[in-house]
Protein backbone atom coordinates (compact mmCIF):
# COMPACT_ATOMS: atom_id res chain seq x y z
CA UNK A 1 0.00 0.00 0.00
CA UNK A 2 1.00 3.96 -0.77
CA UNK A 3 0.03 6.50 1.35
CA UNK A 4 0.27 10.01 1.10
CA UNK A 5 3.44 11.61 1.12
CA UNK A 6 3.92 13.92 4.30
CA UNK A 7 4.51 17.50 3.81
CA UNK A 8 6.91 18.84 6.78
CA UNK A 9 6.52 22.59 6.80
CA UNK A 10 2.76 21.96 7.64
CA UNK A 11 1.87 24.18 10.85
CA UNK A 12 -0.74 22.64 12.74
CA UNK A 13 -3.48 25.33 13.11
CA UNK A 14 -4.91 26.61 16.53
CA UNK A 15 -7.06 23.47 17.63
CA UNK A 16 -9.00 22.26 20.62
CA UNK A 17 -7.46 19.65 22.71
CA UNK A 18 -8.74 16.59 20.86
CA UNK A 19 -7.51 14.66 23.93
CA UNK A 20 -10.40 16.32 25.77
CA UNK A 21 -13.09 15.11 23.14
CA UNK A 22 -12.62 11.55 23.16
CA UNK A 23 -15.72 9.61 23.64
CA UNK A 24 -16.70 6.01 23.98
CA UNK A 25 -19.51 4.58 22.08
CA UNK A 26 -21.09 1.54 22.27
CA UNK A 27 -23.05 -0.31 19.51
CA UNK A 28 -25.39 -3.51 19.64
CA UNK A 29 -25.76 -5.36 16.03
CA UNK A 30 -29.13 -5.33 14.95
CA UNK A 31 -31.50 -7.68 13.58
CA UNK A 32 -29.25 -8.02 10.02
CA UNK A 33 -26.45 -8.32 11.44
CA UNK A 34 -24.95 -4.99 11.11
CA UNK A 35 -23.87 -2.38 13.53
CA UNK A 36 -25.63 0.11 11.15
CA UNK A 37 -22.90 2.42 10.39
CA UNK A 38 -20.73 2.52 7.75
CA UNK A 39 -16.87 3.22 7.82
CA UNK A 40 -14.94 5.61 5.23
CA UNK A 41 -10.64 6.42 5.29
CA UNK A 42 -8.13 4.62 6.18
CA UNK A 43 -4.60 4.90 5.59
CA UNK A 44 -4.67 3.53 2.10
CA UNK A 45 -6.93 6.65 1.42
CA UNK A 46 -4.66 9.11 2.68
CA UNK A 47 -7.19 9.72 6.33
CA UNK A 48 -8.00 8.47 9.60
CA UNK A 49 -10.55 5.79 9.81
CA UNK A 50 -14.21 7.54 10.17
CA UNK A 51 -17.84 7.27 10.14
CA UNK A 52 -19.06 8.26 6.78
CA UNK A 53 -22.67 7.46 8.10
CA UNK A 54 -24.82 6.56 10.60
CA UNK A 55 -28.39 4.52 9.89
CA UNK A 56 -31.47 5.54 11.92
CA UNK A 57 -31.85 1.97 13.10
CA UNK A 58 -28.67 1.53 14.56
CA UNK A 59 -28.80 0.39 18.66
CA UNK A 60 -26.67 2.54 20.50
CA UNK A 61 -25.67 1.02 23.73
CA UNK A 62 -23.96 4.04 25.53
CA UNK A 63 -22.82 7.11 24.12
CA UNK A 64 -23.57 8.50 20.46
CA UNK A 65 -22.39 8.56 17.15
CA UNK A 66 -22.19 10.83 14.44
CA UNK A 67 -20.94 11.38 10.61
CA UNK A 68 -17.42 12.00 10.80
CA UNK A 69 -16.28 10.99 13.97
CA UNK A 70 -12.91 9.70 13.53
CA UNK A 71 -12.05 6.21 15.06
CA UNK A 72 -9.18 6.18 17.40
CA UNK A 73 -10.15 2.27 18.76
CA UNK A 74 -12.11 -0.51 18.12
CA UNK A 75 -12.55 -3.05 20.69
CA UNK A 76 -10.11 -1.86 22.66
CA UNK A 77 -7.02 -2.14 20.09
CA UNK A 78 -5.48 0.87 18.33
CA UNK A 79 -6.65 1.35 14.57
CA UNK A 80 -5.34 4.85 13.70
CA UNK A 81 -3.62 4.11 10.32
CA UNK A 82 -5.30 1.12 9.75
CA UNK A 83 -6.04 0.57 5.97
CA UNK A 84 -9.90 1.19 5.44
CA UNK A 85 -10.01 -2.63 4.81
CA UNK A 86 -8.39 -4.18 8.24
CA UNK A 87 -10.73 -1.39 9.60
CA UNK A 88 -13.41 -2.73 8.50
CA UNK A 89 -12.33 -6.66 9.52
CA UNK A 90 -11.87 -5.42 12.95
CA UNK A 91 -15.15 -4.43 12.92
CA UNK A 92 -16.86 -7.37 11.16
CA UNK A 93 -14.71 -9.54 14.12
CA UNK A 94 -16.71 -8.20 16.69
CA UNK A 95 -19.28 -10.38 19.04
CA UNK A 96 -22.25 -8.94 19.45
CA UNK A 97 -21.13 -5.72 21.23
CA UNK A 98 -19.03 -2.72 19.36
CA UNK A 99 -16.69 -0.98 20.95
CA UNK A 100 -15.23 2.31 18.99
CA UNK A 101 -12.74 5.13 21.04
CA UNK A 102 -13.89 8.54 18.91
CA UNK A 103 -12.77 11.78 18.51
CA UNK A 104 -15.59 14.31 16.76
CA UNK A 105 -14.30 15.32 13.74
CA UNK A 106 -13.54 18.89 13.80
CA UNK A 107 -12.24 19.20 17.60
CA UNK A 108 -8.58 19.42 16.46
CA UNK A 109 -7.52 16.16 14.76
CA UNK A 110 -7.22 16.69 11.40
CA UNK A 111 -9.10 13.64 8.98
CA UNK A 112 -5.95 13.92 6.68
CA UNK A 113 -2.89 11.61 8.09
CA UNK A 114 -0.37 13.67 6.50
CA UNK A 115 -1.16 17.04 8.06
CA UNK A 116 -1.22 15.07 11.78
CA UNK A 117 1.89 13.64 11.29
CA UNK A 118 4.04 16.34 10.00
CA UNK A 119 4.33 18.33 12.79
CA UNK A 120 6.97 17.62 15.92
CA UNK A 121 5.25 17.09 19.23
CA UNK A 122 6.08 16.43 22.70
CA UNK A 123 7.33 13.17 23.26
CA UNK A 124 5.11 13.15 26.63
CA UNK A 125 1.49 14.35 24.35
CA UNK A 126 -1.16 12.67 23.29
CA UNK A 127 -0.49 14.03 20.18
CA UNK A 128 2.97 11.89 19.95
CA UNK A 129 1.61 8.83 21.09
CA UNK A 130 -0.93 8.88 18.79
CA UNK A 131 1.90 9.75 16.07
CA UNK A 132 3.95 6.71 16.85
CA UNK A 133 0.70 4.26 17.27
CA UNK A 134 -0.03 5.56 13.74
CA UNK A 135 3.18 5.53 12.10
CA UNK A 136 3.58 1.32 13.47
CA UNK A 137 0.11 0.55 11.64
CA UNK A 138 1.39 2.27 8.74
CA UNK A 139 4.98 1.15 8.13
CA UNK A 140 3.94 -2.78 9.11
CA UNK A 141 1.89 -2.22 5.73
CA UNK A 142 3.79 -0.08 3.60
CA UNK A 143 5.79 -2.30 0.94
CA UNK A 144 8.31 0.02 -0.25
CA UNK A 145 8.90 1.31 -4.35
CA UNK A 146 12.20 1.54 -6.03
CA UNK A 147 12.88 2.14 -9.63
CA UNK A 148 16.20 0.17 -9.47
CA UNK A 149 15.92 -3.60 -11.29
CA UNK A 150 15.31 -6.28 -8.38
CA UNK A 151 18.90 -8.00 -7.38
CA UNK A 152 18.61 -11.56 -7.81
CA UNK A 153 17.39 -12.82 -4.00
CA UNK A 154 14.74 -9.70 -4.08
CA UNK A 155 10.82 -10.76 -5.06
CA UNK A 156 8.83 -8.56 -6.81
CA UNK A 157 5.47 -7.33 -4.70
CA UNK A 158 7.71 -9.14 -1.29
CA UNK A 159 10.83 -6.92 -0.80
CA UNK A 160 9.61 -4.13 -3.08
CA UNK A 161 7.57 -2.90 -5.41
CA UNK A 162 9.45 -2.49 -8.90
CA UNK A 163 8.45 0.77 -11.03
CA UNK A 164 9.36 2.05 -13.86
CA UNK A 165 10.68 5.86 -13.35
CA UNK A 166 7.27 6.86 -14.97
CA UNK A 167 5.55 5.10 -13.36
CA UNK A 168 7.31 6.76 -9.80
CA UNK A 169 6.39 10.06 -10.52
CA UNK A 170 2.80 9.07 -11.59
CA UNK A 171 2.23 7.98 -8.01
CA UNK A 172 4.34 11.20 -6.44
CA UNK A 173 1.97 13.85 -8.94
CA UNK A 174 -0.63 11.63 -7.25
CA UNK A 175 0.28 12.00 -3.82
CA UNK A 176 -0.09 8.45 -2.89
CA UNK A 177 4.06 8.24 -1.95
CA UNK A 178 4.30 8.72 1.58
CA UNK A 179 7.82 8.92 2.06
CA UNK A 180 10.36 9.40 -0.51
CA UNK A 181 14.20 10.23 -1.21
CA UNK A 182 16.89 9.83 -4.02
CA UNK A 183 19.70 7.26 -3.65
CA UNK A 184 22.33 6.90 -5.91
CA UNK A 185 20.30 9.23 -8.26
CA UNK A 186 17.36 7.57 -8.40
Keep these: HYFI??????????RDDWELSVKTVKLSRSG?????ISIEGGSDNGKFGHV?????????AQGDISPGD????????????????DLLCEIRRSGSLLTLLLVPQGRGLPLDLAQFLAPK???????????KVVRHNIFIK???CTTRPARI?????L????LTEEDFADMDAKGTCFHRYLRYGR
Excluded: C
Excluded at 32 to 36: E, L, Y
Design 159 to 162: DYLF
Design 153 to 157: DEKPG
Design 52 to 60: DSVRESVIV
Design 32 to 36: DGSFG
Design 142 to 144: TLP
Design 70 to 85: IILQVNGDAVGGFIHW
Design 121 to 131: FDEDSEDFKLQ
Design 5 to 14: QSNLSYVMPD
